[in-house]
């Protein structure tokens, strides 16, 4: 192998190994964020539970219910989700598909939040969300 196509081959071997280290990253943060959101909803420490939410996710909870958003997550019905079974990360994207329920995040500077959570699937038609931004 020549000299330039060597190097031509370190360098996009080293960008790949490094695109999948920054995509279980991600992965795994947005992973972390569902587990600890579902975690808030188990325990119903309401604080942590809109912490996690999205800025839209969490002013439409808040004026929907007229209230704070720890107050109108008390009248939330989302399901305990159990386990999470499957995580797909789509660029800044994410859906975690759970036993109960499915979450949808988004990646903003600050991490991994919460847009929508309590979501059913429909059959040709968009989810059903509890929770959901605009």
């Known amino acids: 192998m020549r000299t330039g196509s060597r ?3 370190t360098v996009v071997l080293l960008a790949a190994t490094t695109a999948c280290g920054v995509l279980a990253e991600r992965r795994d943060d947005a992973l972390a964020t569902v587990t600890g959101f579902e975690q808030a909803l188990r325990t119903g ?3 942590p539970l809109c912490a996690a939410l999205a800025p ?5 909870v808040g004026q929907s219910g007229r ?3 720890e107050q109108a997550m008390e009248d939330e019905e989302i399901p305990q989700a159990g386990a999470v079974r499957h995580l797909d990360v789509y660029g ?9 329920d499915t979450v ?3 990646h903003f500077p600050a991490g ?5 959570a309590g979501c ?8 059903q969300c509890t929770v959901k931004g605009r």
Do not use: M
Request: with cysteine; charged share 30%; hydrophobic share 35%.
């Open 7 to 9: 190097a031509l081959f």
């Open 67 to 69: 209230s704070s958003c």
């Open 92 to 100: 800044d994207q994410a859906r975690a598909v759970l036993d109960h």
């Open 56 to 60: 839209a996710t969490r002013e439409e």
């Open 112 to 116: 991994w939040k919460v847009t929508a």
């Open 120 to 127: 059913r699937p429909r059959s040709e038609q968009p989810y």
């Open 45 to 47: 420490h309401k604080e």
């Open 104 to 106: 949808f995040l988004a």
